[in-house]
């Protein structure tokens, strides 16, 4: 909208009670008319006769954004109207908090009093508005003030029985207390003491004995290297810990064996051990079997340090000798480390069945990760170990913009890899001279750490060495050397890119330790009852906005863990992570707890009440569970997925409907992201667990004459739907849903990974053939772009998309919006981040992101996207102005073609991959009480 009036005509008086245009826009809450008016001149701190200007009036209409407006171009918030309000008299009166907070910071008078004696705060204490209330005080308003009557605000809060406001204005009415709490709120100028040290590996990979080795000084005197050379000798194994620990000081030596027979062996990696955490849930053991014994398992091979999903029987029934007495769940610990600073270290266990819930405790970028092997005589071991852990953090760690030169996210995880091993120390009296050796050679270390450096440098800073650190070792290693040395850098680099704590973090750390003796059997209190808590006990002006930046400080250190309860919209608050990593779930997953188990991982209330006598409601218990995700209500019990161990039934899926429609996909990971989705599984199976009956692996759901089966092969999730022909147009709806209920619930737990929608062939299913065959998303998306509707699988049979997708239904298929139609503009950050990996980098041929510029007709951006050097993705940049510039043309099939025509068929195979086959354009749904969407023909 455009005016052009003379300023005599923007400004004149159109009413009689004076209103000027730009009174009426207010009053109207016309927001563009209003800024027209401003653009042409408009006063706008001309008064009407009631003395009220622009801002009056559209705060006593409650319209927020235009008084923001207004605010912004330099309104007088400190005129009065013909009663002496002010607009923070009326901000404070209607409860405008974000109002009344941008006026205090204007530096403007607060304390101007109305006709009345009345200032902002006697109203905000009048109507009730605690945080205005706060935010009056923080500004320095006079709580002494009096209005008329000779009324502070406290007397007149307590007149109107808001006791919390009276309470509130009576702590801070001695000036020294109020400073005292206003300085709480600033922030300090040095950094956290303190940020977090996170651990993986498998069951015996060392990383206890690691983190001992990082406590213990770094020059230690001869005589306790003796005593501990000694001890060391003649122990059982290097990775059976005390159950007894301190927080700092030297490691914890293995208890002392008088058989000589193990002199030889002392350093071995027992394969019926495992690495122990310092807060194990379950008590150590020390091995004492014979020599010979131990020489017989020295001379097994090496367990499969991770074994594929799902775990097998024995491991859920406690019978698995691995994990018998190992760790599980999520040792933490706050540590000072020598030469390297504080840290809260948590050390995640390797027990497969705990992984499903760790996604609520990574994810942050602001820490450190250390990811540890156990070297052995075999590299690849090594690697796929390594990959199943980065590719664990990479899924879990969701991908920030802008992106970076090839492809590098914002912020980036910073993780080094640790091998461990076992060598000669030289230092021992019972030893050669001759220096430890690893059973790595340096070349094979550097070429496995390029290659890892190569698929993962987008997502993490990766140390670029290979840290080999000998557990045997009395003194500093060169590994461990480089390790502190590691750790120094990446503490000081993350804490000064952090926010400064605030002064209140001292006061609430304090008083979290009183509230934790207060909850020791339960230490969880819900968000709202934390920010009634800071503010009632800590520090009366504390704000939500102070609670939150508190709570995400105290997370930073360790010191508490926020869980979200999306479902229910209550989060909690855990006080003690001890109590949740080690007692709660190291209890859940330990092996004394999986033998009461019942085959279709449904437990009692009586099951976790002995397993927790010290709760008083193990309801609050199950509450935090749920909210884990690991958990559902099915009346009267609580079912576990990851506990079911029971198969499904032979007749689960059974060839007795011929007449049936036949449709299904299998919903894989990203290429290089293998073993990710077994992890996932369960918490599907929680998410659907409403509708569905669960097995181990498997669920089946009944909606009407349809029918579901979702059970996990091997590295997909396989979705199939069967019903009769006249539902046809029912059952993609369903088949659709319970699709993206799968990636949804993938997307949540690891937003990091990218996944493909792999359709199966219906002729196929229909035949009940154990390897149906697939259509790749590449295949599909190819044929949309050839405009034709025959695909072909991968057993070379030609059969119609409408049928494989739509289950023969033309209605439906009429429905869709092709993959290759879709806007680039919707390509996902992970897409975009691949894609600029692949085409940032300098092409010997010129098949690169200059070519692509010339292609797109942005050859007149080349200078302004090169100018950015390498801190941004020139493809990227690109491809988000060919989306702006063209957006009726910048679509998928468009950009494929180009790349079809530069030479570049890996790119396209990749976009192919990445994007979404279809998109439905309405859906005429129903909601039903399963969350299931559906049309009317399904009960």
Avoid at 77 to 94: C, F, M, R, V, Y
Avoid at 692 to 702: A, E, I, N, P, V
């Amino acid at each position: 909208m455009s005016i052009k009036l003379c300023d005599e005509e923007i400004n004149a008086k159109l009413q009689k009670d004076g209103d000027s245009a730009l009174h009426i826009a207010a009053i109207r809450g016309h927001l563009e008319c209003l800024e027209s008016l401003l653009e042409n001149g408009a006063q706008v701190d001309l008064q009407n006769q009631s003395g009220q200007t622009a801002l009056h009036m559209a705060l006593s209409r409650g319209h927020v954004d235009i008084a923001i407006l207004l605010l912004g171009r330099g309104c007088n918030s400190a005129i009065q109207d013909q009663n002496g309000d002010t607009p923070l008299h009326l901000a404070a009166e209607k409860g405008f908090f974000t109002i009344a907070q941008t006026i205090c910071q204007l530096n403007i008078p607060i304390d101007i009093q109305n006709s009345q004696g009345l200032s902002p705060l006697h109203v905000a204490a009048r109507f009730g508005s605690i945080e205005i209330v706060r935010c009056l005080c923080l500004a320095g308003a006079n709580v002494h003030l009096k209005t008329n009557d000779g009324m502070t605000a406290e007397i007149v809060a307590l007149a109107q029985e808001h006791k919390h406001i009276a309470v509130l204005l009576g702590k801070v009415k001695q000036e020294k207390e109020r400073q005292k709490f206003v300085e709480q709120l600033t922030t300090l100028d040095i950094p956290l003491n303190r940020i977090k040290l996170k651990v993986f590996g498998s069951q015996d990979a060392g990383k206890t004995r690691l983190i001992q080795a990082l406590q213990r000084p770094s020059s230690a005197s001869s005589l306790n290297s003796l005593v501990e050379s000694v001890s060391r000798r003649f122990s059982g194994s290097l990775f059976l810990s005390s159950s007894s620990t301190t927080q700092t000081g030297p490691p914890l030596s293995s208890s002392v064996h008088s058989n000589k027979g193990n002199q030889n062996n002392d350093c071995a990696f027992s394969s019926s051990t495992s690495d122990e955490g310092i807060h194990s849930a379950t008590s150590s053991t020390s091995s004492t079997s014979s020599s010979a014994i131990n020489s017989q398992q020295q001379q097994l091979p090496p367990p499969n340090r991770h074994k594929t999903w799902p775990y097998s029987n024995n491991t859920i029934s406690g019978n698995n000798k691995e994990f018998k007495n190992g760790q599980q769940g999520i040792d933490i610990q706050n540590m000072s480390f020598t030469e390297c600073g504080e840290f809260s270290v948590w050390n995640f266990s390797g027990h497969e069945p705990s992984h499903i819930c760790y996604d609520h405790f990574v994810g942050n970028t602001d820490c450190v990760h250390l990811v540890v092997t156990r070297c052995s005589d075999d590299p690849q071991d090594e690697y796929k170990e390594l990959l199943y852990w980065l590719n664990f953090l990479k899924g879990r760690v969701t991908p920030t913009e802008p992106i970076g030169h090839c492809g590098l996210m914002a912020r980036r995880a910073v993780v080094a890899i640790v091998g461990t091993f076992c060598g000669t120390d030289s230092s021992s009296p019972f030893s050669p001279s001759s220096p430890s050796q690893p059973p790595i050679t340096l070349n094979e270390a550097e070429a496995m750490m390029k290659t890892l450096k190569m698929r993962f440098e987008t997502h993490f800073e990766i140390h670029p060495q290979l840290l080999l650190v000998d557990l045997s070792a009395q003194s500093d290693c060169k590994g461990l050397k480089e390790l502190r040395n590691f750790l120094v850098k990446s503490r000081e680099s993350i804490l000064q890119r952090l926010q400064r704590p605030l002064r209140l973090l001292d006061p609430a750390l304090l008083f979290l330790e009183q509230l934790r003796e207060k909850y020791s059997q339960f230490p969880c209190v819900t968000w709202n009852y934390f920010t009634y808590l800071i503010p009632s006990e800590v520090n009366p002006l504390a704000s939500d906005g102070h609670c939150r930046q508190l709570i995400q400080q105290l997370q930073l250190i360790g010191e508490v863990v926020y869980l979200r309860d999306e479902c229910k919209e209550l989060d909690y608050i855990v006080i003690s992570p001890e109590w949740l990593g080690t007692h709660l779930l190291g209890t859940l997953f330990s092996n004394q707890f999986a033998q009461t188990n019942r085959t279709n991982g449904r437990l009692m209330f009586e099951d976790f009440a002995a397993a927790f006598p010290e709760v008083a409601d193990t309801g609050d218990l199950l509450q935090i569970m749920e909210t884990l995700q690991i958990c559902s209500l099915v009346e009267p019990d609580f079912e576990f997925p990851a506990f079911i161990t029971c198969n499904p039934p032979i007749d689960i899926w059974q060839p007795n409907r011929p007449q049936f429609l036949y449709a299904g996909l299998r919903i894989k990971p990203a290429r290089g992201m293998e073993q990710t989705m077994q992890a996932i599984f369960p918490r599907i199976q929680v998410s659907m667990r409403k509708s569905m009956q669960d097995f181990q692996g498997c669920s089946k759901m009944l909606s009407g004459k349809m029918e579901a089966l979702v059970r996990l092969i091997g590295d997909s999730v396989e979705v199939q739907i069967r019903g009769p022909s006249s539902m046809s147009n029912s059952a993609i709806y369903f088949l659709e849903d319970l699709t993206n209920l799968v990636e949804q619930t993938a997307a949540e737990v690891a937003p990091g990974i990218s996944t493909e929608r792999h359709f199966l062939s219906p002729k196929h299913l229909k035949e009940h053939r154990t390897n149906p065959a697939s259509f790749t998303p590449e295949v599909i998306m190819e044929m949309q772009l050839n405009e034709s509707l025959i695909i072909e699988n991968s057993d070379g049979e030609q059969e119609e998309f409408t049928d494989v997708v739509c289950f023969g239904s033309t209605e439906v298929a009429g429905l869709l919006s092709l993959g290759i139609d879709i806007s680039v503009a919707q390509l996902q950050p992970c897409t975009r981040s691949e894609l600029a990996a692949l085409l940032d980098p300098s092409d010997p041929m010129g098949r690169d992101w200059s070519i692509l510029a010339v292609r797109l007709n942005l050859a007149e951006a080349l200078p302004s996207v090169d100018s950015t050097g390498q801190s941004l993705s020139r493809t990227d940049q690109l491809l988000a102005e060919w989306a702006i510039t063209t957006a009726g043309s910048a679509s998928i099939g468009r950009l494929a073609t180009i790349l079809s025509e530069m030479g570049r068929d890996d790119v396209k195979q990749l976009l192919f991959r990445r994007v979404p086959l279809y998109l439905f354009n309405s859906t005429p749904q129903i909601i039903t009480e399963n969350n299931i969407v559906n049309n009317n023909e399904i009960i």
